[in-house]
Nanobody, 113 residues
Framework: QVQLVESGGGLVQPGGSLRLSCVASGFTFTRYAMKWYRQAPGKERELVATIGTLGTTNYAGSVKGRFTISRDNGKNTVYLQMNNLKPEDTAAYYC???????WGQGTQVTVSS
């Protein structure tokens, strides 16, 4: 079955960096675009970044220039490098295979001084 395991979240000060990882299993990773979403308390889940099967990337306007999505097909892993973090980036972050209804447990990112 499809499994997604996110990690790498934590508490960081404004301006800091974190690198999130998502290890995927149960499907042919190379055939799917991968996405990172986030959900803050009381808000809808929002799409943060997408990476296609050939490495094409897209970002939400709020994170463009600060976040970088990448993938390692040999490790079935997608990453989200987050730089210059802001308090408004505080949320639970989830990865997802495009078109899948399976979600991992998420990883919490808290940006606070």
């Amino acid at each position: 079955q499809v499994q997604l395991v996110e990690s790498g979240g934590g508490l960081v000060q404004p301006g800091g960096s974190l690198r999130l990882s998502c290890v995927a299993s149960g499907f042919t990773f190379t055939r799917y675009a991968m996405k990172w979403y986030r959900q803050a308390p009381g808000k809808e889940r929002e799409l943060v970044a997408t990476i296609g099967t050939l490495g094409t990337t897209n970002y939400a306007g709020s994170v463009k220039g600060r976040f970088t999505i990448s993938r390692d097909n040999g490790k079935n892993t997608v990453y989200l490098q987050m730089n210059n973090l802001k308090p408004e980036d505080t949320a639970a972050y989830y990865c997802n295979a495009a078109g899948s209804q399976t979600w991992g447990q998420g990883t919490q990112v808290t940006v606070s001084s």
